[in-house]
């Protein structure tokens, strides 16, 4: 078997192979399996005038090949142009996204270090995975330095719509650099379908075959992965021992006598304020959950160096302190609202014991939560997952009940309807949401892109 070299910005903690965010989680459930090489940023920032190293940890397989970020390529590179830019257009948040020419510029240094850094570490039969909007111009700077494996992109979150992508500058010189990998992989076909019309309308290109674009002299295979998660290890932690524990534990602290969960990084793009927003009408509309239901949403940090994102938290603060203060009573809190992360098997166990997850992202790449809550569920007395319609998800979750986010009538209705939903149906439902889940999990998502990778044409030479 071919040797697997991941490349992303973040990688998975060696030490307690704990992991925070969608990409991580991912690669590390599908990588434990497979073994190879992962290579990315190590989440240190260190001076300006630090040589930042790169060192190699292995664990049975897997080896991490980690480097520290300067401060300024963190500012410039992962704030400025990563977070400040691209995550906005690709949420199709144009109103959100700052551009800095020092921003760009960092953000193609930062590439150009990481591919000077790994070319050398490549061997002739590698096959080479770069992921997400951090690392589009990777395999253009590999390509430059003479490697010719085959290297495949993956985009964790949305493509956006042609228009909205265009607002960016620089577009086209980013776009342009996508042509040099084999394969790019989408969560959705939305997703594939913008990349495609972009590539058509903007660059010059066509469609030679249902996935494979023609631009210029390339030929670019772009197809639809899903991303899933590891099944039976998550389904294992909901079920342990100590996860019963802490559900009984949830359910004696006297409330809630129905918990709603959510679990989101705090991020503009999950809809925390529509959401408190929402459970606030499910109060007005059917006040007799007051006293029944809160609301536990886990939300911890993340990029709080981004102005959005500490705006977010302020709103989010806010609205939860106005709704406890309006609805709550000394033995009722409506919301419970924890900013911090949490053990993976605990979040387990929390799924389990409530009764409706409740996920609807404003827009979303995926959405491993959804799975997650689905997989932790008791497939003799299964909550119901409420999820927005703009979740990557939603493509293949459609046995959920699906709203629109930014309707909060419509997402207090469904809560309403999660709440009351008849024993035959939540089963009914919960099984063919877990169905899907199972078929498209993390080692299917990971099989089916190296396959296609390995299937793409040898590169042409430069
Ligand atoms: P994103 O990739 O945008 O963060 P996803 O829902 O796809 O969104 O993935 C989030 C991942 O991070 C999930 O695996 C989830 O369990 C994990 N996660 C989210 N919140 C927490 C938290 N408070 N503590 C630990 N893990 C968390
Ligand atoms: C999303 C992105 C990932 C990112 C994760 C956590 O899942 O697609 O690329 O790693 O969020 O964000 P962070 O900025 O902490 O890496």
Redesign the pocket.
């Known amino acids: 078997m071919k040797r697997l070299v991941v490349v992303s910005n973040r990688v998975a903690d060696p030490g307690c192979a704990?992991?925070?965010?969608?990409?991580a989680?991912c690669i590390l459930d599908a990588l434990r399996k497979r073994g190879g090489l992962w290579f990315g940023w190590n989440g240190e920032i260190v001076p300006d005038e630090a040589e930042p190293e790169t060192t190699s940890v292995t664990f049975d397989d897997l080896t991490f090949a980690t480097t520290p970020l300067t401060e300024r390529e963190y500012r410039d590179y992962y704030l400025g142009f990563a977070n400040a830019a691209l995550w906005p257009v690709h949420h199709y948040r144009l109103d959100l996204a700052r551009f800095a020419q020092e921003a760009i510029d960092g953000y193609r240094r930062v590439n150009d270090r990481f591919a000077e850094t790994l070319a050398p570490m490549l061997k002739p039969n590698d096959l080479v995975w770069a992921h997400d909007y951090h690392l589009i111009p990777l395999g253009a700077g590999l390509r430059a330095r003479g490697v010719r494996n085959r290297i495949g992109f993956f985009l964790?979150i949305p493509f956006p719509p042609p228009d909205v992508l265009v607002a960016m500058p620089e577009h086209e010189w980013l776009m342009s650099a996508l042509v040099d990998y084999d394969l790019i992989g989408f969560q959705t076909r939305t997703d594939q379908a913008n990349f495609c019309r972009f590539m058509c309308d903007f660059m010059g290109g066509e469609m030679i075959g249902p996935d494979v674009l023609r631009i210029g002299a390339r030929e670019v295979t772009a197809s639809v992965f899903p991303?899933g998660?590891d099944v039976d290890s998550f389904a294992a932690m909901a079920e342990s021992p100590s996860a019963a524990k802490r559900i009984e534990r949830l359910h004696r602290a006297g409330e809630p006598r129905i918990n709603v969960i959510g679990?989101?990084?705090l991020?503009y793009?999950?809809g925390l304020p529509d959401r408190l927003r929402s459970f606030k009408r499910l109060l007005e509309l059917y006040p007799q959950n007051c006293k029944a239901v809160t609301l536990m949403q886990?939300?911890?940090p993340?990029r709080e160096d981004v102005q959005a994102y500490a705006d977010i938290r302020h709103e989010l603060e806010a609205l939860s302190g106005e709704i406890n203060g309006q609805f709550g009573d000394f033995d009722w809190t409506p919301v419970r609202y924890?900013h911090?992360?949490?053990?993976?098997d605990t979040?387990a166990a929390l799924y389990r014991g409530s009764q409706v997850g409740l996920v609807t992202p404003l827009r979303?790449?995926?959405?491993?939560?959804?799975k997650?809550y689905v997989v932790a569920q008791d497939a003799n007395n299964p909550g119901v997952l409420v999820l927005s319609r703009f979740a990557g998800a939603a493509e293949d979750l459609q046995e959920a009940l699906i709203v629109n986010p930014y309707d909060a009538d419509e997402v207090a209705n469904a809560m309403q309807k999660a709440i009351q939903m008849p024993f035959a149906e939540r089963k009914e439902r919960h099984a063919a949401l877990l169905e899907r889940v199972r078929e498209r999990d993390a080692y299917h998502w990971m099989d089916g892109f190296l396959r296609a990778l390995a299937g793409c044409r040898v590169p042409m030479a430069a």
């Open positions: 704990q992991a925070l965010g969608g990409l989680v964790h991303v998660i679990v989101d990084r991020d793009t999950k886990i939300a911890p993340t924890l911090r992360r949490v053990d993976r979040l979303d790449g995926m959405n491993l939560v959804a997650e």
